[in-house]
């Protein structure tokens, strides 16, 4: 793949994973004693996909930043202050810093402070990668730690990138805490003859994430069927996988392909409806 057409792909990925870091939301429903506290888990637990699926926003800054800086540019396109370094467009890896200090409200919406790092090697190559670091970093008063490492693995026909989650922590107000470990692969299935343009493209998640709530309990998230994101819906609109709670299934299903934020779990046979 080539440099320009891979710059493209990273970016129109970023496109796709510009999902809210929140946890998935259920609607109001009477739910029986005995479920309550499950739906609860897997309503926490699914806030770790949504996190794999925004980290590809902050690897974006990488991509743009490191192609931006070859042009003569930095891509000020967040509410913090970006300085990559080298300046020497032949020099790799670059080292790019979003500095949000005290705080702002960045594009997406979200309350960012401290410092995102990131390494970006020369990303238009087979197997290069972008590291993702943090730096006391909030996001709506959520700390996130540890790093993800995104790596491309891209074929001539399709733009394929690996996600690797390592020791990801996030601490909410409350201390309500949950860690984990993921990977995750992303790969364009459509749109990759018509690279410039973004409407028709659409990717395929696959892979497993393994999290540890503050109680110690074990959840366990496995996709069963290829999650589907294309770029002209803001949403997951397809998708099924298994949360694993210490031992019980809870099946999640993203809907039939219709572009909608809706979903459901299914515990002990009931279905409930949450939304994304």
Known sequence: MNKKSLNSSLMLLA???????????????????????????????????????????????????????????????????????????L??????????????TDDDGKFKQGKVMMTVGAFWELNSAIIVTYDNYYED????????????QSTPD??????DAQSIKLTDQNAYTFA??????????????????????VYEVTGSIFSTLTNGETVDWVIQTPLVKANNCAWVSKGKGTLDINGLPVYVDYGDGGCDDQGTYTVNGQVYPFTI
């Open 141 to 152: 008063n959520v700390k996130i730690e540890g790093q993800f490492v995104f790596t491309n």
């Open 180 to 201: 984990f470990t993921g990977d995750q692969t992303y790969k364009q299935t459509a749109g990759h003859a018509s690279w410039w343009d973004d409407s028709d493209d």
């Open 15 to 89: 496109t796709a994973i510009l999902l809210v870091f929140t946890a998935c939301q259920k609607e109001e429903k009477a739910t029986p004693e005995a479920d309550k506290a499950t739906v609860e888990q897997a309503k926490q637990a699914m806030a770790n996909q949504q996190i794999m699926l925004s980290s590809f926003n902050i690897a974006q800054w990488g991509a743009e930043n490191a192609n931006g800086i070859q042009e003569g540019k930095v891509q000020e396109r967040s509410c913090g202050t970006i300085t990559v370094t080298p300046t020497d467009p």
């Open 91 to 104: 020099v790799f890896p670059k080292i790019i810093t979003a500095d949000f200090g005290a705080g702002c």
């Open 158 to 163: 399709a733009a394929i990138l690996r996600i």
